[in-house]
């Protein structure tokens, strides 16, 4: 089974703190992906990579920035955190087009 | 605009009591449609991929549908372990990131 790790369930922050939200898979997966949800909103994507040291942007990249020195590891990097930044982050791999993605069990962060 | 809208946002059924939950979607291609079970406080679990128009998955009580504009999940004689929250995605082409498009979802509760 493929196994998504975010390293942390719950965290505070504080307004205007860096924020780093890891995320480890197993599978060697090439794509991995940041997504945030809100309710009323869903599941909106951050920012993906395809591969090592590549990125794009997705929906929603303002206020965000990401990390793939290794294959497994995605890191999202908030850079000055805001209390808009409050939200549900969810990490996925795939292992190819037309294949599911697999997700972590998510990282509930506030900002106060 | 590739968009997802899933209907109804929240479902409540008596044990047993069977229905569908609907999935409208529209994409300029579809490489795949999947639907996913969400429990609270956790990350979105893999149900089902519908790859064309009239395929179909079942899975215990679950079994999805797909026409080339809509999915439905149904439901049969559910249980309360049945509640949670079900997404609704699709994986558009052309486009080789693997990135999903998500609907809203719809929360199902399940009463005994």
């Known amino acids: 089974d493929v196994k998504v790790t975010q390293s942390s369930r719950y965290l505070v922050k504080r307004t205007g703190e860096k924020v780093f939200l890891e995320c480890v898979q197993d599978?060697?997966?090439?794509?991995m992906f940041w997504y945030r949800q809100d309710p009323g909103l869903g599941l909106r994507l951050i920012y993906f990579?395809?591969?090592?040291?590549?990125?794009e942007k997705g929906d929603i990249p303002e206020g965000y920035s990401v990390s793939r020195e290794k294959k497994e590891r995605f890191s999202l990097i908030l850079e000055s955190a805001s209390t808009n930044q409050t939200s549900m982050y969810l990490c996925a791999s795939i292992s190819g087009q037309g294949s599911p993605l697999h997700f972590g069990n998510g990282t509930r962060l506030t900002v106060t | 605009e590739d968009q997802v809208t899933q209907s109804p946002e929240a479902l409540r059924l008596q044990e047993g009591e069977s229905s569908s939950l609907n999935c409208s979607y529209t994409?300029?291609?579809?490489?795949?449609l999947f639907w996913y079970r969400q429990d609270p406080g956790k990350g979105p679990e893999f149900l089902f991929t519908l790859y064309s128009a009239g395929e179909e998955k079942e899975k215990e009580r679950l079994k999805a549908t797909l026409t080339k504009k809509e999915s439905f999940l149904h439901i049969t004689a559910p249980k309360p372990e049945d509640s949670a929250t079900y997404l609704c995605a699709v994986q558009a082409s052309p486009g080789n990131t693997g990135k999903l498009i998500f609907g809203q979802g719809t929360t199902l509760q399940v009463k005994p």
């Open positions: 990579s395809y591969d090592v040291k590549m990125k």
């Open positions: 599978m060697d997966h090439e794509n």
């Open positions: 994409v300029s291609g579809l490489r795949g």
